[in-house]
């Protein structure tokens, strides 16, 4: 619990020296992320072999959200003009059959989706978590207090990383020891899948903008969506990489759909413009970006950066607007 107070230290140093210059603040990424194993570790630096680790995934969260509450309060006192969002790593969830059984399994994984961002954008932790942690006897442990924090400053804007949908059943069963390649559970037998086996699921994005804008009406950005996918340079040292255009430019087009839908829509950033380490299979052979790095999953290379052809393209749906896709 003590990290927020040195977490309320870095937040009141950024938000007094970029004041004016940065409007919109996101205070945790991928939020939800601190009750997924493994990436726990990533997400609330629990070590994913921790004993009693449900119990400390959902406890860090708790400290997490008195955090964000707190962050939301100091950066509006600080700069008024300025907003502060949640931001959540939301894959949208369909039931594998229409039986009652996947369908009850797909809306419970839906739940365990919405529970980070309904407490920071309602204040309040909703009734379906406590049955839930009564029933796997955790016991959140919170300071005189914490519950009216949370409720007193609840967030401005929602955003959200997407890249893939998911199906749940009810007859599945999850690996005893889970790692990234099978975080993705059941597959899709109805969608295409990337390199790495993620679904392409543009139609996914266009539901889960509207779910989230039906269910919190506010302002939504999409702060992450992209390909990792293997790219190959070629003699004349072009990438061509169709693939990525054709996939940022469904999902945009299903951005343009959920605006006509409805959905407050402010705004989109693809991950990322260069290429890195991937996050979840640390390989640089995973590549996001729109710019080229030559280096390997061992570092050799040389560093240099050069544009594939979805550098040009995303320059023009960038100037557009998205009009020119």
Not at 101 to 127: H, I, L, M, N, T
Request: glycine fraction near 8%; charge should be negative; proline fraction near 4%.
């Amino acid at each position: 619990r003590k990290f927020i107070d040195f977490y309320l230290k870095f937040v009141r140093t950024i938000a007094t020296r970029f004041k004016g210059m940065v409007k919109f603040w996101l205070t945790f990424n991928e939020i939800g992320n601190a009750a997924v194993i493994p990436i726990c570790w990533d997400a609330a630096g629990l070590h994913p072999e921790s004993e009693n680790l449900e119990q400390r995934m959902y406890q860090a969260a708790h400290h997490q959200f008195v955090a964000s509450a707190l962050a939301t309060k100091m950066i509006h006192e600080i700069d008024p003009d300025a907003q502060v969002g949640a931001m959540i790593a939301y894959k949208t969830v369909y039931p594998y059959t229409c039986k009652v059984e996947d369908v009850k399994a797909a809306e419970a994984a839906k739940r365990k989706e919405y529970f980070f961002s309904d407490v920071q954008a309602r204040g309040y932790y909703p009734a379906y978590i406590w049955r839930y942690f009564e029933e796997n006897g955790i016991r959140i442990a919170m300071e005189r207090g914490d519950e009216e924090i949370i409720r007193a400053y609840p967030i401005d804007f929602i955003t959200f990383s997407y890249y893939r949908s998911r199906v749940v059943s009810a007859d599945y069963e999850e690996p005893a020891e889970k790692t990234t390649d099978t975080l993705e559970g059941l597959v899709n037998p109805h969608l295409p899948k990337a390199d790495w086996g993620w679904t392409v699921d543009p139609d996914g994005l266009r539901l889960a903008l509207n779910e989230l804008y039906d269910r919190y009406q506010l302002p939504l950005f999409v702060v992450e969506n992209g390909l990792g996918a293997r790219d190959t340079v070629e003699a004349d040292g072009r990438i061509h990489d169709s693939y990525r255009i054709d996939y940022m430019s469904a999902h945009i087009k299903a951005m343009r759909e959920a605006v006509k839908d409805g959905v407050d829509l402010r705004g989109y950033t693809m991950w990322g413009p260069i290429d890195i380490v991937s996050n979840g299979t640390g390989q640089m052979s995973k590549r996001y970006g729109i710019v080229y790095v030559d280096l390997d999953d061992d570092g050799n290379g040389t560093g240099n950066r050069s544009k594939k052809d979805s550098f040009a393209w995303y320059q023009q749906v960038i100037a557009s607007n998205g009009e020119i896709l």
